[in-house]
Protein backbone atom coordinates (compact mmCIF):
# COMPACT_ATOMS: atom_id res chain seq x y z
CA UNK A 1 0.00 0.00 0.00
CA UNK A 2 1.19 3.77 -1.33
CA UNK A 3 1.79 5.82 1.84
CA UNK A 4 2.80 9.88 1.98
CA UNK A 5 4.32 10.67 5.25
CA UNK A 6 4.45 13.95 6.18
CA UNK A 7 5.94 15.66 8.90
CA UNK A 8 7.85 19.30 10.00
CA UNK A 9 4.50 21.10 10.49
CA UNK A 10 4.03 22.77 14.16
CA UNK A 11 3.44 26.49 15.12
CA UNK A 12 5.75 29.34 14.16
CA UNK A 13 5.54 32.76 14.23
CA UNK A 14 5.50 35.13 11.31
CA UNK A 15 8.80 35.60 9.60
CA UNK A 16 10.05 32.19 10.83
CA UNK A 17 10.51 29.31 9.03
CA UNK A 18 9.69 25.99 8.33
CA UNK A 19 10.96 22.86 6.67
CA UNK A 20 8.13 20.19 5.19
CA UNK A 21 9.36 16.65 4.30
CA UNK A 22 7.06 13.96 2.60
CA UNK A 23 8.51 10.33 2.81
CA UNK A 24 6.66 8.27 -0.04
CA UNK A 25 6.71 4.11 -0.27
CA UNK A 26 6.51 4.44 -3.84
CA UNK A 27 8.59 1.70 -5.81
CA UNK A 28 9.28 4.16 -8.35
CA UNK A 29 9.41 7.60 -6.86
CA UNK A 30 11.10 8.93 -9.45
CA UNK A 31 8.51 8.66 -12.23
CA UNK A 32 6.48 10.75 -10.20
CA UNK A 33 5.55 14.34 -10.18
CA UNK A 34 5.50 15.54 -6.27
CA UNK A 35 3.76 18.49 -5.11
CA UNK A 36 2.67 20.30 -2.02
CA UNK A 37 -1.05 21.29 -1.39
CA UNK A 38 -2.93 23.29 1.06
CA UNK A 39 -6.10 23.37 3.23
CA UNK A 40 -7.37 26.40 5.48
CA UNK A 41 -10.73 26.37 6.74
CA UNK A 42 -13.38 27.06 5.38
CA UNK A 43 -11.35 27.10 1.49
CA UNK A 44 -10.36 24.63 -0.93
CA UNK A 45 -7.53 23.13 -1.12
CA UNK A 46 -5.37 24.94 -3.33
CA UNK A 47 -1.63 23.97 -5.16
CA UNK A 48 1.13 25.08 -3.49
CA UNK A 49 4.03 24.25 -5.38
CA UNK A 50 5.07 21.34 -7.92
CA UNK A 51 7.77 19.90 -9.12
CA UNK A 52 8.21 17.33 -11.63
CA UNK A 53 10.16 13.73 -12.13
CA UNK A 54 12.39 15.75 -14.23
CA UNK A 55 12.75 18.49 -11.60
CA UNK A 56 10.95 21.43 -13.58
CA UNK A 57 9.44 23.60 -10.27
CA UNK A 58 5.86 25.72 -10.35
CA UNK A 59 4.71 27.73 -7.23
CA UNK A 60 1.48 29.65 -6.24
CA UNK A 61 2.01 33.16 -6.90
CA UNK A 62 1.13 33.69 -3.07
CA UNK A 63 4.61 32.04 -1.86
CA UNK A 64 6.71 32.61 -5.14
CA UNK A 65 9.93 33.66 -3.95
CA UNK A 66 9.01 32.38 -0.05
CA UNK A 67 9.02 28.52 -0.77
CA UNK A 68 11.38 26.80 -2.43
CA UNK A 69 10.10 22.67 -3.20
CA UNK A 70 12.87 19.96 -3.46
CA UNK A 71 13.03 16.11 -3.65
CA UNK A 72 15.75 13.43 -2.96
CA UNK A 73 14.91 10.44 -5.32
CA UNK A 74 17.42 8.34 -3.36
CA UNK A 75 15.52 9.07 -0.35
CA UNK A 76 11.95 9.18 -1.78
CA UNK A 77 11.51 11.91 -0.02
CA UNK A 78 9.98 15.58 -1.11
CA UNK A 79 10.49 19.09 1.05
CA UNK A 80 8.88 21.97 0.91
CA UNK A 81 11.14 24.52 2.98
CA UNK A 82 9.30 27.89 3.92
CA UNK A 83 10.55 30.48 4.93
CA UNK A 84 9.40 34.37 5.82
CA UNK A 85 5.80 32.57 6.70
CA UNK A 86 2.92 34.74 7.35
CA UNK A 87 -0.02 34.27 9.16
CA UNK A 88 -2.02 33.44 5.50
CA UNK A 89 0.10 30.35 5.50
CA UNK A 90 -1.64 28.57 8.27
CA UNK A 91 -3.16 25.34 6.67
CA UNK A 92 -2.86 21.65 6.48
CA UNK A 93 -0.07 21.11 4.24
CA UNK A 94 -0.57 17.61 1.95
CA UNK A 95 1.83 15.88 -0.09
CA UNK A 96 0.54 14.67 -3.47
CA UNK A 97 2.04 12.24 -5.69
CA UNK A 98 1.12 11.73 -9.10
CA UNK A 99 1.93 9.99 -12.58
CA UNK A 100 0.55 7.62 -14.96
CA UNK A 101 0.30 5.00 -12.35
CA UNK A 102 -2.00 6.70 -10.11
CA UNK A 103 -2.30 9.35 -7.62
CA UNK A 104 -1.79 9.46 -4.20
CA UNK A 105 -2.60 12.18 -1.01
CA UNK A 106 -0.63 11.87 2.16
CA UNK A 107 -2.48 12.80 5.59
CA UNK A 108 -1.82 16.21 5.80
CA UNK A 109 0.47 18.05 8.43
CA UNK A 110 -0.74 21.29 10.40
CA UNK A 111 1.12 24.51 10.09
CA UNK A 112 0.07 27.87 12.03
CA UNK A 113 1.66 31.08 12.04
CA UNK A 114 1.02 33.09 14.58
CA UNK A 115 2.41 35.72 17.52
Known amino acids: QVQLVESGGGLVQPGGSLRLSCAAS????????MGWYRQAPGNQRELVAV???????NYADSVKGRFTISRDNAQKTVYLQMNTLKPEDTAVYYCNANSYQGGFWGQGTQVTVSS
Open 51 to 57: ISSGGNT
Open 26 to 33: LIRFSIYN
